[in-house]
């Protein structure tokens, strides 16, 4: 078992005693895959004044950074679409041309396992060169059994194939696929419920997600899943409120959701139903700036009824092909009037809230030692900066 000390370092601990709960002057012990102790340099207790010790030489430590909603396993791309819509096409005439989330289906149902994973590293591999040490992959591009759980066991190779944390959630009910249109019920009785069954069945699924809008699914379609979830032992979390209000952060509330994700359609009220449930509010803003969005989540809200807000890529080739969790630091600040301080707990100690990880997201004595070495003078300088990458090292698991 590796122990050492990183030393002549600022850490921003996302503890909440100051803000970023910062240190300057200080060290980390790191024990195994372990912290053994953090705090001010000239306070290193024994044994760990004589271990291996290395300078960073004022450098920034924060958390590793974690990505918790992303769509990385899928089939083809829609750039296309994009081109489509910048000349003037609309949703439907993509739609009727054989595009929008059918032509990720059709894609996705095309492509093997193999196929898949070497999709996925890619987009992976963009997130792991920015500080990322823990990601959410979700299903819900097959809409099938099959495919469905084909995804999800890519999912879970991505995870061996890189030193990074997988989470895998189902989204069995994203959409309801082409060969069900106009039966939703029908699609959740029949395909997606047993598909969850076999997820679980297999060991493929960390939590179960769903789509609660007006093109996907309602409350009580939901509901239905939710409940098969909880039988299953499984925790929730939910798309909710992107493009109207349908209920589903409530919904999501009341099933004590680790999160309920997107927001924008979100109120007063669903904000302390969320606070009282102690549900995260992942907000999207790639999303929010890929589709043209003008309706802002209810940023101000959530902080009066303190709801943890969490901040994620929403990496999917339609409404967000966004490979940077830096750049999403930076969207909520800018889009969403986020603080900088508000985004960085977003991606580290908030975000693990959401994925239900006690164990990350905070530089604290016990937890895992996932964390990040940046070339930066001050924690801000991480949401600051557009398309620049100032990570110097990522640590997971207490390596290299």
Same mark, same amino acid.
């Given at each position: 078992?590796?122990?050492?000390?990183?030393?002549?370092?600022?850490?921003?601990?996302?503890?909440?005693?100051?803000?970023?709960?910062?240190?300057?002057?200080?060290?980390?012990?790191?024990?195994?895959?372990?912290?053994?102790?953090?705090?001010?340099?000239?306070?290193?207790?024994?044994?760990?004044?004589?271990?291996?010790?290395?300078?960073?030489?004022?450098?920034?430590?924060?958390?590793?950074?974690?990505?918790?909603?992303?769509?990385?396993?899928?089939?083809?791309?829609?750039?296309?679409?994009?081109?489509?819509?910048?000349?003037?096409?609309?949703?439907?005439?993509?739609?009727?041309?054989?595009?929008?989330?059918?032509?990720?289906?059709?894609?996705?149902?095309? &492509?093997?396992? $193999?196929?898949?994973?070497?999709? /996925?590293? @890619? #987009? %992976?591999?963009?997130?792991?060169?920015?500080? *990322?040490? =823990?990601?959410?992959?979700?299903?819900?591009?097959?809409?099938? &059994?099959?495919? $469905?759980?084909?995804?999800?066991? /890519?999912? @879970? #190779? %991505?995870?061996?194939?890189?030193?990074?944390? *997988?989470? =895998?959630?189902?989204?069995?009910?994203?959409?309801?696929?082409?060969?069900?249109?106009?039966?939703?019920?029908?699609?959740?009785?029949?395909?997606?419920?047993?598909?969850?069954?076999?997820?679980?069945?297999?060991?493929?699924?960390?939590?179960?997600?769903?789509?609660?809008?007006?093109?996907?699914?309602?409350?009580?379609?939901?509901?239905?899943?939710?409940?098969?979830?909880?039988?299953?032992?499984?925790?929730?979390?939910?798309?909710?409120?992107?493009?109207?209000?349908?209920?589903?952060?409530?919904?999501?509330?009341?099933?004590?959701?680790?999160?309920?994700?997107?927001?924008?359609?979100?109120?007063?009220?669903?904000?302390?139903?969320?606070?009282?449930?102690?549900?995260?509010?992942?907000?999207?803003?790639?999303?929010?700036?890929?589709?043209?969005?003008?309706?802002?989540?209810?940023?101000?809200?959530?902080?009066?009824?303190?709801?943890?807000?969490?901040?994620?890529?929403?990496?999917?080739?339609?409404?967000?092909?966004?490979?940077?969790?830096?750049?999403?630091?930076?969207?909520?600040?800018?889009?969403?009037?986020?603080?900088?301080?508000?985004?960085?707990?977003?991606?580290?100690?908030?975000?693990?809230?959401?994925?239900?990880?006690?164990?990350?997201?905070?530089?604290?004595?016990?937890?895992?030692?996932?964390?990040?070495?940046?070339?930066?003078?001050?924690?801000?300088?991480?949401?600051?900066?557009?398309?620049?990458?100032?990570?110097?090292?990522?640590?997971?698991?207490?390596?290299?």
């Amino acid at each position: 078992m590796s122990a050492y000390v990183l030393t002549d370092a600022v850490l921003a601990t996302m503890n909440a005693s100051a803000p970023y709960g910062l240190v300057p002057k200080a060290a980390v012990a790191v024990e195994g895959d372990r912290i053994a102790w953090a705090g001010p340099a000239d306070a290193l207790p024994p044994p760990f004044d004589g271990w291996p010790a290395e300078r960073l030489e004022g450098r920034l430590v924060t958390p590793g950074l974690i990505d918790c909603h992303t769509h990385l396993v899928q089939g083809g791309d829609r750039a296309g679409e994009f081109e489509m819509r910048l000349e003037g096409a609309s949703y439907e005439e993509i739609a009727r041309a054989g595009g929008g989330i059918v032509s990720t289906v059709t894609e996705t149902r095309k &492509a093997d396992e $193999e196929a898949l994973v070497s999709g /996925a590293l @890619r #987009r %992976l591999d963009a997130l792991i060169a920015e500080g *990322v040490t =823990t990601v959410e992959v979700k299903s819900g591009y097959g809409l099938d &059994a099959e495919t $469905e759980l084909r995804m999800l066991r /890519a999912a @879970r #190779r %991505l995870g061996e194939a890189r030193n990074v944390t *997988v989470r =895998t959630s189902f989204l069995g009910a994203h959409a309801v696929p082409p060969e069900q249109a106009g039966r939703a019920d029908s699609y959740i009785d029949e395909v997606c419920l047993p598909a969850l069954r076999r997820a679980a069945e297999e060991g493929l699924a960390d939590a179960v997600d769903g789509f609660c809008e007006s093109i996907a699914f309602d409350t009580a379609q939901i509901a239905r899943v939710f409940d098969l979830a909880a039988e299953l032992g499984l925790p929730v979390k939910l798309h909710a409120e992107q493009l109207s209000w349908m209920g589903g952060a409530r919904l999501a509330a009341s099933r004590g959701a680790l999160s309920a994700d997107h927001l924008e359609y979100a109120n007063w009220e669903d904000a302390a139903e969320m606070a009282r449930a102690g549900t995260v509010a992942v907000l999207l803003p790639g999303a929010f700036y890929t589709l043209g969005e003008t309706q802002l989540p209810p940023v101000g809200a959530f902080r009066s009824h303190r709801v943890p807000m969490a901040l994620a890529t929403d990496c999917n080739p339609g409404s967000s092909p966004l490979t940077s969790l830096l750049l999403a630091l930076n969207m909520g600040c800018t889009l969403f009037r986020m603080t900088p301080e508000e985004a960085l707990r977003g991606v580290t100690v908030h975000a693990a809230r959401a994925l239900g990880l006690a164990d990350r997201g905070r530089i604290a004595a016990g937890l895992r030692a996932d964390l990040c070495v940046w070339d930066v003078d001050r924690p801000a300088e991480l949401a600051y900066r557009i398309g620049f990458n100032p990570l110097h090292r990522r640590i997971v698991g207490g390596r290299t």
